[in-house]
């Protein structure tokens, strides 16, 4: 899986149909509570997932465990959900330290589109008849 195209000849034939799909872009920030932080994460440090793609500030770290928390939830997010589902809803993710006040605040920021055949080599299934 890829949203960057690595082969520039898979480009050069345009899809039998529209194979675009949209997800959105977040940012997962770190904010405060009333206790204390233990890992190595500040308030405001953050990171950003567009795609597959995660991105951190220049000479940001952001600790392994908490990193590992949050990455089941994030293609979630990344997806539409439905209003009344809690993944639409909730968006403070407690650190995994359970002495430590970090939380984890993920952001819908935009959407960007991207093209099924970019992305795998899995065929779409056929586009039924119109009956
Ligand atoms: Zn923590």
Request: glycine share 6%; net charge negative.
């Amino acid at each position: 899986m890829s949203e960057t195209n690595r082969d520039p000849a898979r480009h050069t034939t345009p899809p039998a149909r529209d194979d675009a799909f949209t997800l959105f872009d977040l940012r997962v920030e770190v904010i405060g509570t009333d206790r204390p932080m233990v890992c190595n994460h500040q308030v405001g440090d953050y990171f950003t997932l567009r795609g597959e793609n995660l991105a951190f500030p220049a000479g940001q770290t952001f600790p392994l465990y908490p990193l590992a928390a949050l990455l089941p939830l994030l293609p979630a997010k990344q997806r539409p959900t439905h209003p009344n589902d809690w993944m639409t809803t909730d968006a403070d993710i407690a650190c995994p330290d359970p002495h430590c006040g970090g939380r984890f605040r993920i952001t819908r920021t935009g959407t960007t589109t991207f093209r099924h055949a970019d992305v795998t080599l899995v065929p779409l299934p056929p586009t039924p008849e119109p009956s």
